[in-house]
């Protein structure tokens, strides 16, 4: 997930940026469904309910308010810069899951 604003920073021919998003696409289901098990095996079965909700707010809030930031951005900077940035953000994501530390008792 981390190359495809990347190469769509990096391309000009439409056709890869319709192969880019695709396979996007397929990780981004992966990672969804990945991120609610961990979610599940962390919360207590009787706030299961309130934590999905909140989740499921948080992310149908970021798919709002990042559309916008990044137009915003984009004028700011420039279409390809704002990708770049995106990329960069996403890499430290990344780099923020490989760091070790204290796991929580399951």
């Known amino acids: 997930m981390i190359f495809h ?5 990096a391309t000009t021919r439409i056709e890869l ?9 397929l ?3 992966g990672l969804d469904l990945v991120f609610f098990d961990e ?3 962390t919360v207590p079965a009787e706030y299961s309910a309130t934590f999905v909700s909140l989740a499921q707010s948080m992310q149908y809030f970021s798919m709002i ?4 930031l990044g137009t915003w951005l984009a ?6 810069g704002a990708l770049w ?5 996403r890499l430290i994501g990344f780099l923020l899951f490989l ?4 796991r929580l008792a399951t």
């Open 5 to 9: 604003p990347a190469l769509n920073a």
């Open 17 to 25: 940026v319709i192969l880019y998003a695709g396979l996007a696409g």
């Open 27 to 29: 990780f981004q289901g």
């Open 39 to 41: 979610l599940m095996k």
């Open 65 to 68: 308010l990042a559309p916008l």
């Open 75 to 80: 004028n700011y900077i420039g279409l390809s």
């Open 85 to 89: 940035l995106s990329a960069g953000l």
């Open 99 to 102: 760091r070790r530390g204290p």
